[in-house]
């Protein structure tokens, strides 16, 4: 796991294509998640200061997008000696589809979400995406 200063680490949330998912305690104890992002090439910092930029701007308000508590890039948790982005966003408990998934199947429902619940999912994130490609 990363070092960052301030933040508690207590477990790894997800592993995506191109990097990790951490939940931390922040220094009032409040759950925090802390997205890496691990480029696919070594960036120099002219290249990693635009990508940061452009999470940035990115950033905006908006009911389906979570908001950017912080953004900074520093040494990879992978200990390459790579550079990585980090986001750091509050943690929302929901879970995420797959875990509502895994929920409706312990509940002896099927392991479906319905076509109702999945549609309307489905609405929330391609609002929030067009609303970040507009």
Known sequence: MPAVAGLTFLNVLGR????FCFL????????VVLKE???????????????ITSHIRS???????????DLFSGPSSGGSGAMSCFVLMRYLPLGSVSDAIESERAEGRGGSLGVQRSVGYMVDVMTGLHFLHD
């Open 59 to 69: 950033a905006q308000t908006h009911p389906n997008i979570e908001s950017i508590q």
């Open 16 to 19: 995506g294509v191109k990097g």
């Open 24 to 31: 931390a305690l922040n220094e009032i104890d409040a759950k």
């Open 37 to 51: 992002y691990v480029p696919d090439r070594d960036m120099s910092s002219h290249e990693m200061s635009r990508l």
